[in-house]
């Protein structure tokens, strides 16, 4: 399910749309009259949808869309005059039609979805740094507890896992730990 922010101008036109989600099964995590709100929302999220009109009190949705963070897309919801302000990812016309927008909503969440998978799927690919730190962890523990290098790293991976920390942040404690 996507993280979907409504941002309108007017705070009644919004809850509207919030409501029209929630009816249809979409899962609004906020209602804001501003860009600044919608951006102080985005922050604690890794990806979203923002569904808004063309403007704002503080922005248009021209500059909301530049500030996304990626991970986030932008549905807007206005006259097609004000279509090419922006290169945003969908667009709606006014006035607006239910199906339209749950079937549009609908076809976004299923990208982000796919995207998530993809970016699960991919395995991660480390900095130098990082593959040093983590190298100088195993040589450590091989040394003082007489581990194979296999063995090394999957002891790194599962205080990984157990302490909640990623191999880097565990490698580095593994060496602070073990410094002669």
């Known amino acids: 399910m996507a993280n979907i922010i409504v941002v309108f101008p007017k705070t ?5 749309i919030r409501n029209i989600l929630n009816r249809n099964g979409f899962h609004v995590i906020a209602v804001c009259t501003t860009g600044a709100q919608a951006l102080n929302c985005i922050e604690e999220l890794n990806d979203g949808i923002v ?5 704002f009190a503080d922005m248009r949705y ?20 004000y279509w090419g302000e922006a290169a945003v990812d969908m667009c709606i016309s006014m ?41 100088g962890a195993k040589e450590v523990l091989m040394e003082r507890n007489n581990m194979t ?12 896992m157990d302490s909640g920390t990623n ?5 580095h404690m593994i060496l602070d730990i073990m410094k002669p």
């Open 95 to 135: 006035p607006l039609k239910i199906h339209d927008l749950v079937d549009t909503l609908t076809m976004m969440e299923e990208t982000q979805l796919r995207r998530r998978r993809r970016r699960r799927a991919q395995p991660r690919v480390r900095d130098e740094k990082a593959q040093a730190v983590i190298a």
């Open 149 to 160: 290098e296999s063995e090394a790293h999957r002891y790194i991976q599962k205080c990984s």
């Open 62 to 81: 021209g500059e909301l869309h530049e500030y996304l963070p990626e991970g986030f897309e932008m549905l807007l919801i206005a006259s097609e005059r």
């Open 167 to 171: 191999m880097v942040e565990t490698a």
């Open 12 to 16: 009644e036109d919004a809850k509207n």
């Open 51 to 55: 569904v808004c009109g063309y403007r």
